[in-house]
T-cell receptor
């Protein structure tokens, strides 16, 4: 079946540190891949996406590249800020599955000043 | 434009009761999906409605049901509540067409079952 595995948290970093959150997936067919972010007390927001192999999604300094050969979609940011503290979810959707996203467990990021 | 609106935001019920949660999608969006979020199981897909028809369904018991109205607003119902139903229930909307998985989420309805 389809599944997403992401690194467990919590992850604690100092401001301006480099961030990597690992995400790997198992899917039939050719999924689209997403990173969603959930700030405290809020719903999820789409951070970035990639819909085919080798695509790079980017937004707000975050990047992730769709690697079909390693079935991965790792999230990176060169210099994190306190305001990046949130829970990050990796997710996939399979074509023709409509509004059904399969999420990883989430990784809590805490950035200290 | 207004985002996805969920009501109520918080509610407390006792075991055996039932609950109805409401979701108003972004104007023009015809697809509404529901997710359950718990610390142990994470985010799990419940079901999706598109143009008043259930289009996809997750692996939840029949106590969990939903519907969508002609104005795309959606409700989900949980009957015979169990303690394990305590969770944040998230609604998400999308255009539902030419779909690539981008969903717009509401802030959720937090259900506590005592």
């Amino acid at each position: 079946g389809n599944s997403v595995t992401q690194m467990e948290g919590p992850v604690t970093l100092s401001e301006e540190a480099f961030l990597t959150i690992n995400c790997t997936y198992t899917a039939t067919g050719y999924p689209s891949l997403f990173w969603y972010v959930q700030y405290p007390g809020e719903g999820l927001q789409l951070l970035l996406k990639a819909t085919k192999a080798d695509d790079k999604g980017s937004n707000k300094g975050f990047e992730a590249t769709y690697r079909k050969e390693t079935t991965s979609f790792h999230l990176e940011k060169g210099s994190v800020q306190v305001s990046d503290s949130a829970v990050y979810f990796c997710a996939l959707s399979v074509h023709n599955q409509g509004g059904k996203l399969i999420f990883g467990q989430g990784t809590e990021l805490s950035v200290k000043p | 434009k207004a985002g996805v609106t969920q009501t109520p935001r918080y509610l407390i019920k006792t075991r055996g009761q039932q609950v109805t949660l409401s979701c108003s999608p972004i104007s023009g969006h015809r697809s509404v999906s529901w997710y359950q979020q718990t610390p142990g199981q994470g985010l799990q897909f419940l079901f999706e409605y598109f143009s008043e028809t259930q289009r996809n369904k997750g692996n939840f018991p029949g106590r969990f049901s939903g519907r969508q109205f002609s104005n795309s607003r959606s409700e989900m119902n949980v009957s015979t509540l169990e303690l394990g139903d305590s969770a944040l229930y998230l609604c998400a909307s999308s255009t539902g067409q030419g779909y690539d998985g981008e969903l717009f989420f509401g802030e959720g309805s937090r259900l506590t079952v005592l």
